[in-house]
């Protein structure tokens, strides 16, 4: 029995990537044999190529053919070109398609989750203390911990935690404009989270972010689902603790009435994440995860893709994928804002292959770019939203973030992601809350040398198992999380420190 | 008896502040009276000043005479100047000072603290965790946690204590730069503060903020001092915590062998603070803090004042104390450097006095930024610092900082400050640690409402207390607090999210 040597990233590719280096005569595929010797991690035809012709990986176009190519080359530099054109065209919606739809022999999926009175749904029954600033931090750390140490939600098995969420901001700031839209947007999208049953929002008093304006702007009325207080209003902080307290012992029975029911897969919202990533990631974990991103989207549920330093200058990649021009704008007007913001910080986007990337196989800014853009799949990019905005279309789409794990998790959250998939080579360690975080290592060594953190390998797809396969454990284990199978951070109890909502204005 | 309805800021002022409202005729200082309606919180002068003349109230010039003003006569906006000579004068060290000395009748003072082997001293005797990224937050919580529960703290009654010090930042950013720097200048600034006798730093491995890299550029040896891990290296969150907790546990005898001793006040690096600023700041908590620094200046220590924004538009008041030209230019420069750093976020800087502000009887942007400067008192500025930068002279110095609370007191701890006075109006609940924090009232009535919160009650100062009495209280709390007497905010656990390093870049 021979090992596989080679990676077949997508049915309709012309070249598939070496996983181990391959002599000239290796046998790739049917009765293609490398023609000379390809490097490991490198890409070999397995089609005649013409010249100008595109080559594909991934389904999707990474560049074009400089001159002829034969089955069994070496596909590099040498051979391939960007393509000017392709360069200058965004060809807005080229390879848009309709709706997507389950294939032959997919039925339809469910979840057990939490239907909230907004109509959005649950994967996990938790109640929320936010933070409007920093200044309250503390005292939303008490409030939960005390409702803990007292031993009440024992009564309340259906009621999966208190989750404080403490953060750095909320003043010294501008109290208008971008900065603040952000936080704003992010603590509501928070508020209003369906994993929260409920939620309470502890302030200072003082601060730029204002309760009674945040209340204002998102016609929030008191009630069962939401309460507020300030430490300056109660009298310090003792007693803003023993009133929160307070308040969240009344919240309990309204809280626990939420059960888990059978629920559509198309109410799960899925936020893609990538952190810490390896020569790996473009070949198994991202692939697989986009496999599964695309099985979600089948079944009428959502995918968010993010990120935006990872495709800067590979947006071609998204717009043509967009289901309307006005979509597909979208995604170019933002690149334009990430120039400005990195320029004004007096830095610069550079997304290019470094010396590094090409010597692993990367050849061109679309395919390095791909490796990252690859969890999303390939299905039509159906919207574009602004860090923290909620969502609001179903399908694949695209929210605005920085490529900061903790950060760009918040903002897709804040829009509503209610489970999120998060693909490492390093071996992040993540885990946000209120939303399951189920980590993907894209390599072995690495599932076995942090497997207490990890809850998938994907390492074995380089040993022969299929992407599609992977991906229907992917899809498989997002089910089993979203209906309360606790996650690996979940177990390990992550989730206090990684509310960070973006920065992106001057402190004052 | 009557109760006195003027307070005089300062010895050498020719004019005082209403209590309240003074009808004419009310008396104000000796011999002279009302000689119209003073509205409260205004100024009447106490002495003929002839037009030109500079009107000085906390013995620091705020404006000149528009016109001949009589004692007895409401001084405002009607027979006030800001005087565009002095507008356009930075008058450099026109007002330095030699050396200050005891006065007459003063004593050299002393605190219990705790001797450290780089020849600083400290008012604390903790172990710190410190993250590198945001990444390792939860697992140095889990650290100081997992030492907590075990109870071994029980068998070192000399330490205070564990500090787990997570936050935001170290990854997703440049590796080199401006923004970089704050953090790395903030980070060693903690992990060698003089309250920590040894410090753990924790790291997820792949961060742009690599523990590597620190230790080069600050020439840290791994020793009883200092320790490092990262949870890549060491195989995922649980490994990583029970090697943190194997760390600390080698730490404690070399920790325990510290013990307090009688040190100089000379040794004293006092963070002033203001949040939650109201109408009685600037009239009793902040000069009376003043008059405590400027004690702690006399005993050959050291008086850090900060918040740039508070200053801006009014860096006269600094650049004239400075002790020469070359530290008054660095005021001016840290101004021009505001400007950038505002426009180019798309926002402005503005400290005039509001329409409010001048309701409330601030007349000039000087008067009412010296509301805020007062708190450092009036001795000569002896140096500039950028933010988190060591601080390495002794007398009154200034730090470029927000106004933010938690990033201000961030940067003068990591500068070296240890122990810190905080004025409050509104009623700030701040609370950090390694260093403590000691909270000032500004008035009666938020005194009475949070006392649970505040150390100090500066309220009386408005019904006769002198500010010389208030500021040898503050000075002797200071004395006490340093020498170990928990602060409220200690009493109270403040400290697990008050650790907030300025993030001033871009967020990729
Ligand atoms: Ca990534
Ligand atoms: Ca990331
Ligand atoms: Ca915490
Ligand atoms: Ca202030
Ligand atoms: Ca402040």
Redesign the pocket.
């Known amino acids: 029995m021979t090992v596989k040597k080679t990676l077949r990233l997508n049915p309709q590719d012309n070249v598939v990537v070496a996983t181990a280096d391959l002599p000239t005569g290796t046998p790739i595929e049917g009765d293609v044999v490398a023609v000379a010797r390809v490097p490991r991690s490198h890409k070999v035809a397995t089609r005649p190529i013409t010249k100008g012709e595109p080559i594909r990986k991934f389904g999707q176009i990474i560049g074009f053919a400089s001159t002829d190519i034969i089955p069994g080359e070496w596909v590099h530099e040498k051979n391939v070109t960007m393509g000017e054109d392709f360069e200058r065209d965004y060809a807005f919606a080229a390879e848009a398609r309709p709706k997507e739809i389950l294939l032959p022999g997919e039925t339809p999926a469910f979840f057990e989750g939490f239907r909230r009175a907004d109509g959005r749904s649950g994967t996990r029954n938790f109640i929320g203390i936010l933070s409007s600033v920093n200044c309250s931090a503390t005292a939303v750390?008490y409030i939960a911990e005390e409702i803990n140490r007292s031993g009440i939600l024992d009564d309340y098995p259906d009621i999966d935690g208190i989750v404080a969420l403490?953060h750095s901001q909320g003043c010294g700031m501008a109290g208008k404009g971008e900065a603040f839209d952000v936080l704003s947007r992010t603590q509501w999208g928070y508020a209003s989270h369906p994993n929260f049953a409920a939620t309470l929002l502890v302030g200072l008093g003082c601060e730029v972010f204002q309760i009674p304006r945040m209340k204002e702007t998102y016609q929030i009325a008191e009630g069962e689902h939401f309460q507020s207080l300030t430490i300056q209003e109660t009298g310090g902080t003792r007693k803003a603790v023993e009133a929160g307290v307070a308040k969240i012992k009344e919240m309990l029975p309204f809280v626990a009435r939420s059960r888990r029911e059978p629920i559509s897969a198309s109410e799960l919202s899925l936020a893609l994440q990538c952190g810490g990533s390896d020569g790996y990631s473009g070949l198994t974990a991202n692939p697989a995860l986009g496999v599964a991103a695309d099985m979600l989207v089948r079944q009428g549920g959502t995918a968010i893709l993010s990120e935006t330093p990872e495709i800067y200058g590979a947006e071609h990649l998204l717009t043509r994928r967009a289901e309307s021009v006005e979509v597909g704008q979208k995604i170019v007007d933002l690149i334009a804002w990430w120039d400005e913001y990195t320029t004004r910080n007096g830095g610069e986007m550079n997304n290019n292959p470094s010396p590094g990337n090409k010597a692993g196989g990367l050849t061109t800014i679309l395919e390095k770019s791909l490796g990252a853009v690859a969890k999303g799949g390939n299905s039509t990019l159906r919207g574009v939203y602004r860090y923290a905005e909620r969502i609001d279309r179903k399908g694949f789409v695209y929210m605005d973030t920085p490529g900061y794990d903790p950060v760009a998790a918040t903002g897709q959250v804040a829009g509503g992601a209610n489970i999120l998939c998060f693909t490492t080579g390093r071996g992040s360690a993540y885990g946000g809350k209120p939303v399951p975080s189920i980590k993907l290592a894209t390599n072995n060594e690495l599932y076995a040398r942090m497997t207490e953190d990890m809850d998938i390998n994907c390492g074995d797809v380089i040993d022969g198992v299929s992407l599609e396969d992977k991906g229907r454990e992917i899809f498989n284990v997002i089910l089993d999380v979203a209906s309360g199978k606790k996650s690996k951070s979940e177990l390990l109890g992550y989730g206090?420190?990684e509310f960070v909502p973006w920065q992106i204005g001057a402190v004052m």
Chains 1, 2 share one sequence.
């Open positions: 750390d403490p206090r420190h």
